[in-house]
């Protein structure tokens, strides 16, 4: 077999095979070179008329990849005390924020109607002002006052709920 036309004519659609699936321009390079040099090495096992190149190197570039991700998570899978300590804090700040979540929906289930609307198309809608005024069909001064007092009541709540919890 003639390897350099092989090479020639087919490098670019392995790189982007391997790139696809590895998502890293080094490693793709890395693998498309390892894929090219393990068909060289082992072109004694097929004829030349038999063979379908592309077949073969992607062959050789899927089982290449599969070693690579095998390698990266045996790498991944030795985690020292530290990490686990870390990851333990991070842990317990997800079920705080969690919790947290939780109360605010509650303190959000507490306020008015119309204070509910307006919270929930300013802050998590994300409307103006202006826009928040002309869906509920009141001025922006009453928006904006109804917004202050909304934010102060939920506040309030949840200081009151932590002081008794």
């Given at each position: 077999m003639n390897?350099?036309?092989?090479?020639?004519?087919?490098?670019r659609?392995?790189?982007?095979?391997?790139?696809?699936?590895?998502?890293?321009k080094?490693?793709a390079?890395d693998l498309?070179?390892?894929?090219?040099i393990?068909a060289?090495?082992a072109q004694h096992?097929?004829?030349d008329d038999?063979?379908?190149?592309i077949?073969?190197?992607?062959?050789?570039a899927?089982?290449?990849i599969?070693?690579?991700?095998?390698?990266?998570?045996?790498?991944?899978?030795s985690?020292?005390?530290?990490?686990i300590?870390?990851?333990?804090?991070i842990e317990?700040r997800?079920?705080?924020?969690?919790?947290?979540?939780?109360e605010?929906k509650?303190a959000?289930?507490l306020l008015k109607e119309?204070?509910?609307?307006?919270?929930?198309?300013r802050?998590l809608?994300g409307?103006?002002?202006?826009e928040?005024?002309?869906?509920?069909g009141?001025?922006e001064t009453y928006?904006r006052?109804?917004?202050?007092?909304?934010?102060?009541?939920i506040?309030?709540?949840?200081?009151?709920?932590?002081?008794?919890g």
């Amino acid at each position: 077999m003639n390897w350099e036309s092989i090479w020639r004519e087919n490098w670019r659609e392995i790189y982007l095979y391997i790139f696809y699936r590895v998502q890293d321009k080094q490693d793709a390079e890395d693998l498309t070179q390892d894929t090219f040099i393990r068909a060289i090495k082992a072109q004694h096992r097929y004829k030349d008329d038999e063979v379908n190149v592309i077949a073969l190197l992607k062959s050789i570039a899927r089982n290449l990849i599969i070693d690579k991700w095998r390698s990266n998570n045996n790498k991944q899978s030795s985690i020292s005390l530290d990490e686990i300590s870390i990851g333990n804090a991070i842990e317990k700040r997800v079920e705080e924020h969690i919790l947290d979540q939780e109360e605010v929906k509650h303190a959000l289930s507490l306020l008015k109607e119309e204070q509910h609307k307006i919270i929930s198309y300013r802050l998590l809608q994300g409307y103006s002002i202006k826009e928040t005024a002309l869906m509920i069909g009141k001025n922006e001064t009453y928006v904006r006052v109804a917004q202050f007092r909304a934010i102060e009541f939920i506040k309030n709540h949840l200081k009151i709920e932590r002081m008794e919890g």
